[in-house]
């Protein structure tokens, strides 16, 4: 004998009821999402614009000189610098920035080129070993502070960012401003005395 069924909701009702208002919350779940980011960006402000894959136009300020060229978003300073400028004091050496030989000064302040984009360059002066002081340059030949030449360039550049900001620099001053470039022919006793020299040449030309 079947037991007579009560009035009210019964558990399947009630399930199938809660099953049909979550499947309607969770469809309406990416039209908020949607509706939350615009928001969200209209907030922002317009998105910026976006750069690549393919070559972009770029100037560089290079030792002084405009440089209008087109290069890849994902190309180097030191790239940029050698095969579209025609800039070859910075050397490709070991391409991860662990041995100085690509440093040039962005702003006066000494970094690897290898590991800047030159995207991040644009706007900013680039000054290479060609636009350092001759004053360096000729020191560091006086004083025979090079061998095979793999760093010079680098360890001239380093230098010259070292002088920029202090004119008188110690010897512990220029190893400090030289200790992210490498010599593989071990000159640093005469690169330091090539610096010093070269600040009391250009202290004196003053």
């Known amino acids: 004998m079947s037991t007579p069924r009560k009035p009210g909701v019964d558990r399947r009702h009630f ?17 908020l999402a949607v509706a939350a980011q615009a928001a969200q960006q209209e907030a922002k402000g317009p998105a910026p614009e976006v750069l690549g894959p393919g070559p972009v136009p770029l100037t560089l300020k290079v030792n002084g000189k405009d ?45 690897n080129s290898c590991m800047t984009l030159a995207l991040d360059a644009e706007g900013r002066a680039v000054t290479t070993t060609e636009g350092c002081a001759p004053a360096l340059h000729e020191s560091f030949a006086k004083a025979d502070a ?58 004196g030309g003053k």
């Open 67 to 111: 440089r209008a060229i087109r290069v890849e978003p994902r190309t180097t300073l030191l790239e940029a610098l050698r095969i579209h400028c025609g800039v070859t004091g910075p050397k490709d050496v070991c391409d991860r920035g662990a041995c100085g030989a690509c440093t040039v000064l962005l702003d006066g302040m000494a970094v």
């Open 146 to 203: 090079l061998q095979c030449g793999f760093c010079t360039p680098g360890m001239v550049t380093a230098c010259a960012g070292l002088l920029g900001r202090n004119p008188a620099p110690s010897a512990d001053d220029v190893r400090d401003a030289i200790s992210g470039n490498l010599c593989r022919c071990g000159t640093y006793p005469r690169i330091v005395s090539a610096c010093r020299e070269a600040a009391s040449s250009m202290k």
């Open 15 to 31: 399930l199938k009821s809660a099953a049909t208002v979550a499947a309607g919350g969770m469809s309406a779940l990416p039209v």
